[in-house]
């Protein structure tokens, strides 16, 4: 099915711990990006990427790596888990980084202990 | 600091009612999403827009550019519209990476 893949849905940290959550896509989409979504607060932008080769930080990019060496595949890597870094994690894609509607990944829900 | 209001917070509305969940913003826009998100679940796009109305079933949006406000509208209400639904703007020159998104209204639709 066409779409956003986002692995693993569920992940148990202790903090210092390092993981990537994986994201991929099939729509040939040029524009990829990372959310957290924390309860009382609007979605909040990690990492983006306009093209493979391409990253750029986002609004909260503290303790988060990217890469994007294809236009499918867009990982996230947290270096050293943090307690704050408990949240639920969302990648999304469009056709480009002009307005376009967004498709989002089912989510990946973290918690560091 | 470019804001997006969503009014209410919650809504609860008995089966077959009409919804009206509010957006409002603070400057110019190119663009504005309502997304909707069930208990648990993924986020899904419902629609975006930049101007006039957009409808698809039961759901309708509408924008007015000059008083900076949206409206996600639901006719018909059913148990399986109970969801957050969230709008994001984008702002005037902005690219997708320039989403804004308020915190979202959670609906429920008892039968």
């Known amino acids: 099915n066409a779409g956003v893949t986002q692995t693993p849905k569920f992940q148990v940290l202790k903090t210092g711990q390092s993981m990537t959550l994986q994201c991929a896509q099939d729509?040939?989409?040029?524009?990829m990006s990372w959310y957290r979504q924390d309860p009382g607060m609007g979605l909040r932008l990690i990492h983006y990427s306009v093209g493979a080769g391409i990253t750029d930080q986002g609004e909260v990019p503290n303790g988060y790596n990217v890469s994007r060496s294809t236009t499918e595949d867009f990982p996230l890597r947290l270096l050293s888990a943090a307690p704050s870094q408990t949240s639920v994690y969302f990648c999304a894609s469009s056709y480009s980084s002009s307005p376009n509607v967004l498709t989002f990944g089912a989510g990946s829900r973290l918690t560091v202990l | 600091k470019n804001e997006v209001e969503q009014s209410p917070q919650n809504l609860t509305a008995q089966e077959g009612e009409f919804i009206t969940i509010n957006c409002s913003y603070s400057v110019g826009i190119s663009a504005l999403h309502w997304l909707q998100q069930h208990p648990g679940g993924g986020i899904v796009s419902l629609f975006m827009?930049?101007?006039g109305k957009k409808k698809h079933g039961r759901l309708i949006a509408t924008i007015n550019i000059q008083e900076k406000h949206s409206s996600l509208h639901i006719t018909a209400s059913h148990p399986r519209d109970s969801a957050v639904y969230i709008c994001?703007?984008?702002?005037?020159?902005?690219?997708?990476?320039?989403?804004?998104f308020g915190k979202g209204t959670l609906l429920t639709v008892n039968p």
């Open positions: 827009l930049s101007s």
């Open positions: 994001a703007v984008l702002f005037s020159g902005g690219s997708n990476y320039k989403l804004t």
């Open positions: 729509m040939n989409h040029e524009y």
